[in-house]
């Protein structure tokens, strides 16, 4: 298996540097592309994001959002994104797909061959993306997933406030 290739971002939001799957090596990683004018994504696919980020230990899992437009471009402009962001609470780094010179599709979703949003993509520690699960997933699914690619390694929970995490 070989690492999947970069996320091409014009702009990370919520990020103090650009953001990598290289520089994100060690770490399993799940990356939640969407776009703000999608139902599923602010009913399920935002929440699901946030509930992966305070459930799994930040040192184990790197929670991304990838907000990818294929339609309806000049409502989600960056400006728009940056609103959605403070009014949602999003707290972990969002990148902004990179639009195409070639038609409405941006680079990255192209690049991995995305058919819609939400989509949750989730990598293991070595940057191999494993999973791409489009739709509404089931929390369980998510984080039995999460979990199997967290305990690759053998990683033991980790307990703190009285909560333990993989």
Same mark, same amino acid.
């Given at each position: 298996?070989?690492?999947?290739?970069?996320?091409?971002?014009?702009?990370?939001?919520?990020?103090? &540097?650009?953001?990598?799957? &290289?520089?994100l090596r060690g770490k399993v990683v799940?990356?939640?592309?969407?776009?703000?004018?999608?139902?599923?994504?602010?009913?399920h696919g935002i929440p699901q994001a946030k509930q992966i980020q305070n459930t799994f230990a930040r040192h184990e899992v790197e929670v991304l959002g990838l907000h990818t437009v294929f339609e309806h471009h000049a409502a989600m402009?960056?400006?728009?994104?940056?609103?959605?962001?403070?009014?949602?609470?999003?707290?972990?780094?969002?990148?902004?797909?990179?639009?195409?010179d070639t038609g409405p599709v941006p680079l990255t979703?192209?690049?991995?061959?995305?058919?819609?949003?939400?989509?949750?993509l989730l990598f293991d520690r070595q940057g191999v993306l494993r999973?791409?699960?489009?739709?509404?997933v089931p929390d369980m699914q998510a984080g039995a997933l999460i979990a199997r690619l967290v305990a690759e390694t053998g990683t033991q929970p980790h307990c703190d406030d009285g909560a333990c995490r993989l």
């Open positions: 298996m070989t690492a999947a290739p970069a996320f091409q971002v014009s702009a990370w939001l919520n990020a103090a &540097a650009p953001v990598s799957l &290289a520089g799940a990356v939640y592309a969407f776009q703000m004018l999608c139902p599923s994504c602010v009913s402009g960056r400006t728009a994104l940056e609103a959605f962001i403070h009014e949602y609470r999003i707290a972990f780094p969002v990148g902004i797909d990179q639009p195409s979703m192209e690049r991995y061959q995305l058919r819609g949003t939400p989509t949750l999973h791409t699960l489009l739709g509404v």
